[in-house]
């Protein structure tokens, strides 16, 4: 009696199907690219350039208490007039008072306080004596970004005979805003050119090196499509584009290469057109298609982060990685059977273009693997000497210095700081629920404005300023609220900053006549955001963790290479993080990255972005490697044979496809905005250390001294592999 074949794996059945229906799968996807692309363009305008704090914290709390109870919110713009003349000529007041005037006819703006028609208080007076400061309030509910950019459009230069600097929150985030989208052009403009070149080499033939922008192009309009469909319901950050594009072009670089070299192969070894797309998709599809799912389950972990803009890079990167795989399994095998043997043509290379067994990365890690812990020892050295900076570690985020230092808003922000004694535009908001008395609260801003770093404080009733009471409070009768009342602190130091932070922390601190303290403002919502990041960051460790020892276990069975996979990991985050703080921190390297202010910090939002987005594609290599490794080990070759005759397979396409990627990465360095450089940075040196070093010496070594026990497992887990495990079948 014949045994029985095994059943075809869904793999199988589902290649044949494209190759039967090849056409149908053409022409869905034309269709389907037209309809995305119709519909995902829209996404665009209901992106938004905030989202860097913290929606679960204090200073959220006491926004939402400002906007609700008080009808007022931080300032969005902060104004600095100078006329021809001092600034109390009657010149300048006339012009100065039409100005605030015009300002407050303006849609969504509230409140606007100015030197001129507040009081001619000291403390909007410039030190030069012919400036005067005007803050402007939004109505609450609107959007603070679009007003300032209203605001500065309308405004902002010369305007009846007053020279006029806009900065303060919104109008330094709309140039944030308006600089990102640039950027993203020009980076675009750059990668692709680079990229197809680069293409035409590593494919070697015209026809194939079209073939990732496919996968790219529905990775990319479908993942917009899903984004603006995410915007109904929540805020999405204009800063997921970047990843979006980077990723869908990167992606579909990736799995096109991957499946297309296994193609080739199996052409070169004399299966039909038909067989050799069916092995592709059972073998490299299926490497693709759990890659995918790692990708997007390691991107989604950034969903923990309370700040929406870390929040929108998980919807962008489950959205691209997701469509990237869609796109992979169904155009490239229905192209792949159309073309047949014509994949090749117009080819660029001379010789055969099918991958060879024997090569440059077989002798490589059968070199390395003859004395492997000389090799082994001294990777793991290199990649902690490049750690070695992160020692010294300092976190900031984003404020005006993250943009061009001739940038009008950054201009601004610079021209107020240096005539004005306090940071009027970002003010302490403390808010005390059920306060004692006013007298009480007259005594409690006494003592608040001795702390060092306060410039003044206004309760309902006074101004006070080192001790002194200045006189009423000219704006505080709508400073009681039921049980609420508000207190206002004006400091000189910067709020985006650690000193910022501290001070915020030492009002929180500080004894009040109230039942309780809550403290916002700028500086504090700084502070939140900074612990809301450290403070999640073990969840999304712990995520990640678990998915990459889960899938790779299930992948495997083995106990050995999923530990092994998650400590290089973390070895190459590591050496990125040191040579980031080395680069961006000590302001190094400037003729690769560009001009930039250096602040002494590393963006935390964008180190919790490298880290995510450098882990992901460390493990889509890692799957790439050890799918061919797994397949050599279980037909019955060595670990060193197995090892070797995989990183043959997959090198060139690691290699390939991660300089190709960190190119694409890498054209964020020609963006204006700081935070954008150092994502690019970061990325692109974490893919290419992981590509080069970490696979082509740390896993073929690492694999040689462990031998066969990479593939061990106790019995009990071996069980459960068998039940559970993704396997052929």
């Excluded at 709309?174 to 675009?188: F, S, T, Y």
């Excluded at 990125?576 to 003729?591: E, M």
Aim: aromatic share 8%; charged share 20%; proline share 4%.
């Amino acid at each position: 009696m014949s045994q029985e074949s095994p059943a075809p794996s869904i793999f199988e059945r589902y290649a044949r199907l494209v190759v039967r229906r090849r056409k149908a799968f053409l022409i869905g996807y034309v269709v389907a690219v037209i309809a995305l692309g119709a519909v995902g363009v829209q996404v665009l305008p209901a992106l938004k350039a905030e989202g860097f704090n913290n929606g679960n914290s204090q200073s959220a709390e006491v926004a939402q208490l400002l906007q609700k109870d008080f009808k007022t919110s931080q300032p969005l713009a902060v104004m600095g007039a100078t006329g021809k003349g001092k600034i109390d000529s009657d010149e300048t007041t006339k012009a100065a008072k039409q100005l605030v005037k015009e300002i407050a006819a303006q849609p969504g703006v509230g409140d606007v306080m100015s030197y001129w028609t507040s009081g001619k208080p000291d403390e909007l007076k410039g030190r030069d004596g012919r400036t005067g400061e005007i803050l402007v309030y939004g109505k609450p509910g609107v959007d603070s970004i679009a007003i300032a950019k209203e605001l500065t459009t309308r405004f902002d230069g010369s305007h009846n005979g007053l020279e006029i600097h806009i900065a303060g929150f919104g109008a330094v985030f709309n140039a944030v805003d308006g600089r990102v989208r640039e950027d993203l052009a020009k980076a675009e403009m750059i990668a692709i050119p680079i990229t197809l070149l680069l293409l035409l080499f590593v494919f070697g033939s015209l026809v194939a090196a079209g073939l990732p922008f496919l996968v790219a192009l529905i990775g990319i309009l479908g993942s917009f499509t899903l984004l603006l469909v995410v915007t109904q319901v929540t805020d999405v950050s204009v800063f997921a584009l970047n990843l979006v594009t980077a990723l869908g072009l990167g992606l579909g670089i990736d799995y096109a290469l991957l499946m297309i070299n296994r193609f080739r192969e199996e052409l070169h070894r004399g299966a039909t057109t038909e067989d050799a797309v069916v092995t592709t998709v059972r073998t490299a599809g299926k490497t693709v298609f759990i890659s995918g799912i790692t990708v997007a389950f390691t991107l989604a972990s950034l969903v923990v982060f309370p700040q929406y803009f870390l929040k929108s890079f998980a919807y962008a990167g489950v959205a691209v990685s997701l469509m990237a795989v869609l796109g992979a399994l169904t155009i490239i095998p229905a192209m792949l059977a159309i073309l047949g043997p014509n994949v090749n043509r117009l080819k660029l290379l001379r010789g055969d273009l099918s991958p060879r067994d024997d090569g440059i990365w077989s002798r490589l890690a059968r070199t390395t693997m003859r004395r492997p812990l000389p090799y082994l020892l001294g990777g793991v050295v290199i990649m902690l000497v490049l750690a070695y900076p992160a020692m010294s570690l300092v976190v900031g985020q984003i404020d005006d210095r993250a943009l061009p230092v001739e940038d009008r808003a950054a201009v601004s922000s610079r021209y107020l700081d240096e005539r004005f004694p306090g940071f009027d535009g970002a003010p302490y908001e403390i808010l005390l629920r059920n306060p004692e008395s006013t007298a009480a609260l007259t005594g409690y801003a006494r003592d608040l404005s001795k702390l060092p770093g306060v410039t003044r404080v206004s309760t309902p009733d006074t101004i006070v300023a080192k001790g002194d009471v200045l006189g009423p409070n000219p704006a505080g009768k709508s400073w009681f609220k039921d049980h609420l009342a508000r207190v206002v602190v004006i400091g000189d130091v910067p709020p985006r900053d650690d000193r910022g932070v501290a001070l915020a922390d030492s009002l929180r601190n500080y004894p009040a006549p109230a039942t309780q303290v809550l403290v916002g403002g700028i500086a504090a919502e700084y502070g939140d955001s900074n612990n809301g990041i450290v403070g999640n960051t073990w969840i999304v460790a712990l995520w990640i963790g678990l998915t990459t020892l889960l899938i790779i276990f299930l992948y495997t069975g083995s106990v050995l290479l999923p530990i092994k996979a998650l400590l290089l990991n973390i070895l190459s985050l590591a050496a990125t993080l040191g040579v980031l703080v080395w680069v961006f921190q000590y302001g190094r390297l400037q003729w690769l990255t560009g001009d930039y202010v250096v602040t002494g910090t590393v963006d935390l939002s964008s180190l919790a972005l490298v880290a995510v987005i450098a882990f992901a594609l460390s493990m889509d290599y890692e799957l790439f490697l050890l799918s061919r490794i797994k397949e050599e080990h279980e037909a019955g070759h060595n670990t060193v044979d197995s090892v070797a005759f995989g990183l043959q397979r997959t090198g060139r396409i690691i290699t390939a496809a991660a300089l190709l990627i960190a190119i694409v990465f890498a054209a964020f360095l020609s963006s204006g905005v700081t935070n954008i450089k150092q994502l690019g940075f970061g990325a692109a040196f974490a893919i290419l250390i992981d590509a080069t070093l970490v696979r082509s010496i740390l896993v073929p070594t690492f694999m040689r001294v462990a031998g066969e026990a990479n593939w061990w497992a106790p019995a009990w887990l071996r069980r459960i592999h068998d039940r559970i495990g993704i396997s052929e079948e």
